[in-house]
């Protein structure tokens, strides 16, 4: 690992530093990481990239290892609003038998979405890297293999990749789009959803461990515009890239200050998800962002992509 923080997609090495921060909702690791700038491809990373230590810092407790499990009130509006979205993209794509592919799946959860809102989704593919997921994602039907999406080998091509909540996590973003380019048939769609670091609650929380860091989880954020060109240079075209409601981040951040406030119990134990406040938080967070976003940038980005015509 370089001792010096370098640029993960152009290698540049004259670098800002950006930000401090730690790891407030799960505490995997006591460290401070820093996250730094490059201007170049206006992008923030993480230094360094704990992509060697994964099993430490993704734990057993971790929330998309159980989102399936989850109930509130929040997850319902999410998934109303998943199921609408999915709708919108699969409208798009012609034939009677599509195929999807969700990288970072879990057990599947968002596929039993999909196919949900689009009966012509007649096979579902899942690349994750935790295998407690394998067995329930197998039992609903979904292909599950467990290997990182880099190491990923198939003959087949799909009409749909999900890459929601996923770019972030993964040290070479340029080698993930270039893969994921790949695997997709022509006339089919890619959707990525990722934070944004040029938002309201960035700025606000950005030297006080802001949750859209989610460290040391994070290591490759974007904005709206860096995200679109690093898309473009890949070889997709772009069909759209619209800011959505980033209430996790939020709620993190909100609950952070109030544990260093005395007025919250947060834990490895007891991570920042399972405080009895998040729900009311999301719910409220979400309406804010919601109501603001026709007129200004909220921290979390959801961009379609597609091949070009030849």
């Known amino acids: 690992m370089s001792a010096s923080p370098c640029c993960p997609l152009c290698t540049r090495t004259d670098v800002s530093h950006f930000a401090n921060a730690n790891d407030v909702e799960y505490f995997t690791t006591p460290d401070t990481f820093s996250f730094y700038r490059c201007t ?12 060697d230590r994964l099993n430490e810092i993704y734990p057993s407790n971790y929330y998309s290892f159980h989102a399936s499990e989850a109930d509130s009130i929040a997850l319902k509006i999410k998934n109303f609003l998943d199921d609408r979205a999915f709708r919108s993209i ?14 970072g799946g879990g057990s599947g959860w968002l596929l039993d979405a999909l196919k949900r809102a689009d009966p012509r989704v007649t096979h579902t593919t899942v690349v994750d890297i935790d295998a407690g997921a394998e067995d329930a994602a197998r039992a609903k039907g979904h292909e599950f293999h467990l290997t990182p ?7 087949r091509q799909f009409d749909l990749i999900l890459m929601l909540n996923l770019l972030e996590h ?14 997709l048939k022509p006339g089919g769609r890619i959707w990525i959803k990722t934070p944004n670091f040029d938002s309201l609650d960035a700025r606000l929380f950005r030297n006080r461990s802001w949750g859209g860091f989610h460290t040391p989880r994070h290591f490759v954020l974007f904005t709206r515009e860096s995200l679109i060109r690093h898309c473009q240079n890949a070889g997709f075209e772009v069909l759209q890239c619209k800011y ?14 109030l544990k260093m406030l005395g007025l919250g119990d947060v834990s490895a134990s007891r991570p920042s998800l399972k405080n009895p406040l998040t729900p009311f ?9 919601f109501a603001r976003m026709p007129f200004s940038k909220t921290s979390q980005m959801n961009i379609h992509l597609t091949l070009p015509s030849k």
């Open 149 to 155: 999406v880099e190491g990923f080998k198939t003959d």
């Open 40 to 51: 170049g491809c206006d992008i923030v990373f993480i230094h360094p990239m704990l992509f």
């Open 90 to 103: 699969t409208r798009q794509i012609p034939g009677n038998a599509l195929s999807a592919l969700d990288v």
């Open 244 to 257: 959505t409601q980033g209430a996790p981040f939020w709620t993190v951040s909100a609950i952070n200050e």
């Open 170 to 183: 993964v040290p070479d973003p340029a080698a993930l789009l270039e893969k994921a380019r790949g695997l």
């Open 281 to 289: 938080l999301h719910l409220a967070f979400a309406a804010f962002d």
